[in-house]
């Protein structure tokens, strides 16, 4: 019998704070509570039929059946790079500035074993993506928390950190539109990253996930549009929630050169790239026309604006969200993010996911995802109000 012991980075995974939530919805359920989840950012809307269609036929050609390049398909990369010109009017060269990934998750897990070590520090902003604290640990570096307040647009204070912080950072995760608190960010706000990161040379990393779930007609930036982006970083894009694809895992990263060359480096040794019968279909997918996606983020919208308008009139103070699929919502007077959480799946059977989870500074919030249809989202609203 092996004596099995985790190492140092297993253990300082930071404790799984939906762990009590997860553990009170399974006493929910056991009781035989209706209950309407508005935890999970995964889309309830399946893949379009034509994106299966093309996946069916390309699973079925022998040539796929092999390893698939590193890098990706150049195909694949050249449909992105097209992507990008067409979407946000960014030129890329498909060989040397797109990179294929298993899902962005992977590639933002994987990129600070690229640039950073003990001592180097990574900035990162918070509440957000608990993958990119993780990643930075099980790198060996250091990560700095970011705070994103309301007060601040949701946009972090590079003046608040540290100069001793400063001096070590490599490497900065920001994420726009943003998960949790569905804030955008401007082209201005673009410009001071690229400007910040020249001057205290860090690489910066945009998630850019959520850059077509956008409601009202307001098309989120891509972080590549500010002069001098590429210069500076890299952006992760994802095909998971653009096109309802997360079980796919298919995403990428486009940007600098050198930071491609550097995350591909460290894929090449850990991995064998994507299935390419999934990059062809996700070819098919960067090809769709905007009538399928505008039908999607007209769904969205109904669905935001039933949520928005019924978390208001049940006197909740909610985020109106201008792009991602996520309610941020400040807790009633008297509840921290967990008890509320707790109170509402409790006494409601709705269940959202506690502000804290994302980070510190989320605390005092609760997060709802729009991944349920307008009907239970007006039930939801209707349980809430009669349990506060
Ligand atoms: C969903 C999400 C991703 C994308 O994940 P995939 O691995 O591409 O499915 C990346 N960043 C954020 C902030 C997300 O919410």
């Not at 990643?135 to 001793?164: Q, R, V, W, Y």
Request: proline share 5%; aromatic share 10%.
């Amino acid at each position: 019998m092996v004596k099995v012991e985790m190492s140092s980075r297993v253990r300082h995974l930071p404790p799984y704070l939906f762990a009590e939530i997860d553990r009170l919805k399974q006493e929910e359920l056991k009781k035989g509570v209706d209950i309407i989840d508005l935890s999970i950012g995964d889309p309830d809307i399946p893949t379009s039929s034509h994106i299966v269609e093309s996946l069916r036929k390309a699973a079925g050609n022998s040539r796929n059946h092999r390893y698939p390049s590193y890098e990706g398909l150049l195909s694949f990369r050249q449909a992105v790079a097209d992507w990008y010109r067409k979407r946000f009017g960014v030129g890329l060269d498909a060989g040397s500035e797109v990179l294929s990934l298993i899902g962005s998750k992977e590639g933002i897990g994987h990129i600070p074993l690229a640039f950073v070590e003990g001592g180097d520090v990574v900035l990162y902003s918070s509440p957000g993506y608990p993958v990119y604290p993780v990643g930075t640990m099980f790198a060996g570096a250091e990560g700095h928390p970011m705070p994103l307040f309301e007060k601040n647009g949701f946009l972090p204070d590079f003046s608040a950190i540290p100069a001793d912080i400063l001096k070590r950072a490599k490497l900065m995760f920001i994420n726009y539109p943003n998960n949790p608190t569905s804030a955008s960010a401007g082209k201005d706000f673009f410009s001071q990253v690229v400007e910040f990161a020249n001057r205290h040379n860090i690489i910066v990393c945009h998630d850019a996930a959520y850059s077509e779930i956008y409601y009202d007609g307001k098309r989120p930036a891509s972080f590549l549009e500010a002069p001098g982006a590429k210069e500076v970083g890299i952006e992760f894009h994802s095909l998971s929630k653009t096109y309802n694809m997360t079980g796919w895992r298919l995403g990428f990263a486009v940007g600098h050169r050198d930071v491609i060359a550097g995350l591909g480096k460290v894929k090449s040794n850990l991995d064998s790239g994507v299935f390419q019968a999934v990059q062809e279909a996700g070819i098919t997918a960067l090809e769709t026309g905007d009538d399928v996606l505008s039908g999607i983020r007209d769904t969205y919208q109904q669905r935001r604006d039933a949520l928005y308008e019924g978390l208001k009139g049940i006197g909740l103070h909610a985020i109106k969200p201008e792009a991602t699929f996520y309610l941020w919502t400040k807790c009633p007077e008297g509840f921290d993010s967990r008890g509320f959480a707790r109170h509402i799946l409790e006494k409601s059977g709705v269940l959202a996911t506690p502000g804290v989870g994302f980070g510190a500074p989320g605390e005092g919030y609760i997060r709802f995802a729009l991944t349920v249809d307008v009907k239970r989202i007006k039930e939801a609203v209707e349980r809430i109000r009669k349990a506060i």
